[in-house]
C-alpha cells in the first residue's frame, strides 16, 4: 500500500495561506507593473503610447506564467495517488469533496476548505482504512488502468491515462505528475508501470 501527496502536507499546513497570498502578489504585481513603466517613462520623457503598450503585453504574460504557476500547485496539492495491496493504482481529487464557490471570495474559501479536507483524511487515515478493506477504492475513487503516453511538461510530467470511474465507466484523463510529491521517484515507476508496450 503506497499513498503519495505533496511533500510537507501535514499539521502545519498552510497551503491555503500560501496561495491567497501568491495570487494577491499577482494582481498587485499585474497592476503596479504597468503604471510604474507609464510613470518612468512620463519622467524619462519616452513615447508614452509605446510604453504602455508594452508594459500592459508583458504585465498579461506575467498574469499568464504565474497564474499557470499557481494553477499547478493547486492542482498537485489537491490530486492524491493510492496504490493498493493488489497493486491498483488510484487517484483522489480533494476539489470534489468541496462545494463550488463564486468570485474571488469564494476561491479563497474553497482553497481554506481544500486544505481543511486534506488535512482531516491524512490525521484520520481514511484513504489507509480504504485501501486496506476489500474492494479497496474501487468503485469509490477513479482507477488508472493504463498509461498511453508520459511527456515532459515544465517542472513535471503529463501522463495521459485510460481509468475507470466509479460509475464503471471508463474514459480518457491527463494527470500533471509536477515535481514535489513525496517518494515521486516511485511514482513516476507507478505510472511508467503502466505504460502500454513497456517491458515488464
Same mark, same amino acid.
Request: charged share 25%; net charge positive; with cysteine.
Given at each position: 500500500?503506497?499513498?503519495?501527496?505533496?511533500?510537507?502536507?501535514? %499539521?502545519?499546513?498552510h497551503f491555503a495561506a500560501k /496561495?491567497?497570498? &501568491?495570487? #494577491?502578489?499577482?494582481? @498587485?504585481?499585474? *497592476?503596479?507593473?504597468?503604471?510604474?513603466?507609464?510613470?518612468?517613462?512620463?519622467?524619462?520623457?519616452?513615447?508614452?503610447? %509605446?510604453?504602455?503598450?508594452?508594459?500592459?503585453? /508583458?504585465?498579461? &504574460?506575467? #498574469?499568464?506564467?504565474? @497564474?499557470?504557476? *499557481?494553477?499547478?500547485?493547486?492542482?498537485?496539492?489537491?490530486?492524491?495517488?493510492?496504490?493498493?495491496?493488489?497493486?491498483?493504482?488510484?487517484?483522489?481529487?480533494i476539489r470534489k469533496f468541496v462545494?463550488?464557490?463564486?468570485?474571488?471570495?469564494?476561491?479563497?474559501?474553497?482553497?481554506?476548505?481544500?486544505?481543511?479536507?486534506?488535512?482531516?483524511?491524512?490525521?484520520?487515515?481514511?484513504?489507509?482504512?480504504?485501501?486496506?478493506?476489500?474492494?479497496?477504492?474501487?468503485?469509490?475513487?477513479?482507477?488508472?488502468?493504463?498509461?498511453?503516453?508520459?511527456?515532459?511538461?515544465?517542472?513535471?510530467?503529463?501522463?495521459?491515462?485510460?481509468?475507470?470511474?466509479?460509475?464503471?465507466?471508463?474514459?480518457?484523463?491527463?494527470y500533471l505528475l509536477v515535481s514535489?510529491?513525496?517518494?515521486?521517484?516511485?511514482?513516476?515507476?507507478?505510472?511508467?508501470?503502466?505504460?502500454?508496450?513497456?517491458?515488464?
Open positions: 500500500m503506497r499513498i503519495w501527496m505533496e511533500e510537507q502536507a501535514g %499539521e502545519r499546513d /496561495i491567497t497570498l &501568491a495570487f #494577491a502578489g499577482l494582481v @498587485a504585481a499585474v *497592476i503596479a507593473l504597468p503604471c510604474g513603466i507609464v510613470v518612468l517613462a512620463l519622467i524619462l520623457d519616452w513615447p508614452v503610447a %509605446e510604453v504602455s503598450m508594452a508594459a500592459c503585453l /508583458i504585465g498579461v &504574460a506575467l #498574469a499568464l506564467f504565474f @497564474a499557470r504557476q *499557481i494553477g499547478r500547485k493547486v492542482h498537485q496539492y489537491c490530486t492524491v495517488f493510492c496504490q493498493d495491496d493488489e497493486g491498483r493504482l488510484f487517484a483522489v481529487d462545494g463550488y464557490q463564486r468570485g474571488l471570495p469564494g476561491f479563497i474559501q474553497m482553497l481554506f476548505q481544500m486544505q481543511k479536507a486534506k488535512t482531516k483524511m491524512k490525521k484520520d487515515h481514511i484513504l489507509e482504512r480504504y485501501l486496506r478493506q476489500r474492494p479497496s477504492l474501487t468503485g469509490v475513487e477513479t482507477q488508472i488502468l493504463s498509461v498511453e503516453r508520459m511527456q515532459p511538461a515544465g517542472d513535471g510530467l503529463r501522463v495521459r491515462c485510460l481509468v475507470e470511474y466509479p460509475n464503471k465507466k471508463q474514459g480518457k484523463r491527463s514535489g510529491y513525496e517518494n515521486e521517484g516511485e511514482l513516476v515507476a507507478a505510472f511508467e508501470r503502466r505504460l502500454r508496450g513497456a517491458v515488464m
